[in-house]
């Protein structure tokens, strides 16, 4: 009995409609108004669920990607994995480098970063774990 109640939970979630991109930008235009620091995505999921709840959740990355069009900061933890990076692991854009000449006229990668998000790392080799998200 449990089972069954679990599999129609699933099937009425999956029948519901996926939220627009206009919506879930007014919903967030309204969360930042209301509340500025956010620590972590958890509590943003859980308000545009209060605000639509006949949508299905966005998924994570859409949501850190309609937050940053509307200016918020995204401040991370990390933690170190065993592949290295070719994209960004916020929006999936390739990673450009700050590189400097050390004292002895030798180029340098002084970290690698995300043009759209801001992301920033000194190893290709670090994922985000944790988000705090700022609203100006």
């Not at 500025?36 to 958890?42: G, M, T, W």
């Not at 940053?68 to 065993?82: F, S």
């Not at 994209?87 to 400097?100: A, G, M, N, T």
């Not at 340098?108 to 944790?130: A, L, N, Q």
Request: aromatic share 10%; with cysteine; charged share 40%.
């Amino acid at each position: 009995l449990k089972y069954y109640l679990k599999i129609q939970k699933i099937k009425e979630i999956s029948k519901k409609p996926k939220i627009d991109e206009i919506k879930l930008m007014q919903i967030l235009k309204e969360i930042a108004k209301e509340k500025k620091i956010f620590n972590s995505l958890k509590e943003i999921r859980d308000e545009i669920k209060k605000r639509a709840p006949e949508y299905k959740i966005p998924n994570v990355k859409r949501i850190i990607r309609l937050m940053i069009k509307l200016g918020a900061k995204l401040k991370t933890k990390t933690k170190k994995i065993k592949e290295e990076l070719k994209f960004c692991p916020i929006c999936e854009v390739p990673f450009k480098s700050l590189k400097e000449k050390n004292l002895f006229g030798k180029e340098i990668i002084m970290f690698y970063f995300c043009p759209i998000c801001k992301f920033k790392t000194k190893d290709k080799k670090e994922v985000p774990i944790r988000y705090k998200i700022v609203f100006d």
